[in-house]
């Protein structure tokens, strides 16, 4: 089992920054890649980020690529998303979730293919 924590979140103005951090706790020996997830009001989660578990390979939505950036730390067993240039339309609440993996290159973009959830983090961007 896998336990994710993530934290960051907060009250932002449009054109604002933010860092959100998601701390894995549990059987971090195994090989993860990890992304990251939203859900607005009223709408689906969807997609954000990926990146595998080497950190070599990243993959993000349209909406947040060149203003978004996924990193990890492998050896404090924590990702972050780093948000730039934030707008109203990023308001939602973040998840970040991990997908157990065989290769060190893999990640996915598919939400039921993730195998661990974290229990999300706010983020409000007011315009």
């Known amino acids: 089992q896998v336990q994710l924590v993530e934290s960051g979140g907060g009250l932002v103005q449009a054109g604002g920054s933010l860092r959100l951090s998601c701390a894995a706790s549990?059987?971090?020996?195994?090989?993860?890649?990890m992304g990251w997830f939203r859900q607005a009001p009223g709408k689906e989660r969807e997609f954000v980020a990926t990146?595998?578990?080497?950190?070599?390979?990243?993959y993000y939505t349209d909406s947040v690529k060149g203003r978004f950036t996924i990193s990890r730390d492998n050896a404090r067993n924590t990702v972050y998303l780093q948000m730039n240039s934030l707008k109203s339309e990023d308001t939602a609440v973040y998840y970040c979730?991990?997908?157990?993996?065989?290769?060190?290159?893999?990640?996915?973009?598919?939400?039921?293919?993730?195998?661990?959830w974290g229990q999300g983090t706010q983020v409000t961007v007011s315009s």
């Open positions: 979730a991990g997908k157990l993996t065989h290769w060190s290159g893999g990640y996915s973009y598919t939400e039921k293919e993730y195998d661990y």
């Open positions: 549990g059987r971090t020996s195994l090989n993860y890649a």
């Open positions: 990146i595998s578990w080497s950190g070599s390979r990243t």
